[in-house]
C-alpha cells in the first residue's frame, strides 16, 4: 500500500558509494523472484550454516543465550537448537526479500492465518489494535502477511543506510500504511487512537531506561521495558499476540485471542505478563527465534559482572 509518508527516490541514492547495496539488493531481487520457495531455504540453511564460521562472535553470544535462556536442556541439544538457529538465520535473507519484493499473490500463496477473527472483532467495534509480537527471524514475513489481511502501521528502527533505510520503509509499507520510529511514542499513540493495527516487538534488552526487571525464560532479572503496558493503555485499544511461524509447507500468522485484563497498572505485573506471552510463542519454535541479540546484558545491578 502506497502512503504519502513513503520516502521519495533522491538522485543522491545513485552515487557510487551506494552501487554495492543496490547491487546486493538487485541479487536478493533476483534471487526470491526466480527461484522456488523450498530452493530458497535450502540455500537459506546452507548461508546459514557457513555464516556460523565468520559470525563467530554472534554464535557465542547465540549459544550464551540459549544456556542462559534453557538451562534445562542437556548441552548436545542446545548444540543442536543453535546450529539451527543459524540455519533459520540464512532463511531470514530470503525471507526478508520475500516480505519486500514479492507480490501480493505469491505471498498469499505461502500463508495460513489463524485468529483473524479477534482482528475481526476489534475492527467491528472501532478499536486499536497493539500487535504483541517478537522478534523472530520471520519478523518481515509478520507485518508483511498480517497487512494483507488488514493494512497497519509498523514500529521500527531507521537504518543509517540511506538505500538500505528506502528500501526498508518500501518494503515494509508494501502491505501496510506507514512505519513509526520506534522513538516516536506520539506516533505510535496516534495510530491506536485512529484505529489502527501497530505491530509492536519488546522482547530486546533496550537498556535500564523505562524497563523493569523480570523473569524472562529461566533468567529472574531480565530487563524488560514497559512501554507495552504504556500502550496497551491507550483508550479502546485491545492487545492481540501476533507472531508468524515457519512450518513445513510455507507460514502461519498466529494471532492470538485479546489479552484479558492487561495492562493491571503495575509495571512488573504487566511486564512479566507481555514476556509469558512471547516465552510460549517462542517455545513452539525456539530455532526461529533472533537468539543472536544479546538479550540479557543489562544487570539489575550496575557493576554487576556481563553474562556475556
Not at 557510487?16 to 523450498?38: D, E, M, Y
Not at 550454516?49 to 536442556?73: D, G, H, I, Q
Not at 496516534?190 to 526487571?213: E, I, M, N, Q, T
Not at 484479558?260 to 517455545?283: H, K, L, M, Q, Y
Request: hydrophobic fraction near 45%; glycine fraction near 6%; aromatic fraction near 10%.
Amino acid at each position: 500500500m502506497q502512503d504519502h509518508r513513503l520516502p521519495p527516490f533522491r538522485a543522491a541514492l545513485l552515487h557510487p558509494r551506494f552501487w554495492p547495496a543496490w547491487l546486493g539488493l538487485s541479487v536478493l531481487w533476483l534471487l526470491v523472484t526466480l527461484l522456488p520457495w523450498r530452493a530458497q531455504m535450502a540455500l537459506g540453511r546452507g548461508l546459514g550454516r557457513l555464516s556460523m564460521t565468520v559470525l563467530k562472535s554472534r554464535v557465542k553470544v547465540a549459544r550464551r543465550n540459549l544456556e542462559l535462556a534453557l538451562p534445562e536442556r542437556e548441552k548436545a541439544e542446545r548444540e543442536r537448537l543453535l546450529k539451527a538457529n543459524f540455519e533459520n538465520v540464512g532463511c531470514a535473507i530470503f525471507e526478508t526479500g520475500m516480505a519486500w519484493f514479492w507480490p501480493h499473490w505469491r505471498m498469499r500463496a505461502l500463508t495460513t492465518m489463524d485468529g483473524t477473527e479477534h482482528v475481526d472483532a476489534a475492527v467491528e467495534k472501532g478499536k486499536g489494535m497493539l500487535l504483541l509480537s517478537a522478534h523472530f527471524l520471520t519478523l518481515e514475513l509478520n507485518a508483511r502477511q498480517f497487512g494483507l489481511y488488514r493494512p497497519g502501521v509498523g514500529v521500527y528502527r531507521p537504518n543509517t543506510h540511506a538505500v538500505l533505510e528506502y528500501a526498508q520503509v518500501h518494503g515494509r509499507c508494501r502491505s501496510n500504511k506507514y512505519l513509526v520510529d520506534r522513538l516516536d511514542i506520539k506516533g505510535m499513540l496516534k495510530a491506536l487512537r485512529a484505529g489502527d493495527a501497530l505491530w509492536y516487538a519488546p522482547d530486546h534488552d533496550y537498556g535500564r531506561h523505562a524497563s523493569v526487571f523480570v523473569p524472562f525464560f529461566a533468567v529472574d532479572k531480565a530487563a524488560t521495558i514497559t512501554g507495552t503496558a504504556t500502550l496497551a493503555r491507550v483508550k479502546n485499544t485491545v492487545t492481540l499476540p501476533c507472531f508468524t511461524l515457519r512450518e513445513k509447507h510455507g507460514y502461519r500468522l498466529v494471532i492470538q485471542a485479546p489479552l484479558e485484563s492487561f495492562p493491571v497498572g503495575d509495571d512488573e505485573t504487566d511486564a512479566i505478563t507481555g514476556n509469558r506471552v512471547i516465552e510460549a510463542a517462542i517455545r513452539r519454535a525456539p530455532e526461529q527465534y533472533m537468539w543472536l541479540h544479546r538479550r540479557f546484558k543489562t544487570r539489575p545491578e550496575r557493576g554487576m559482572p556481563s553474562r556475556y
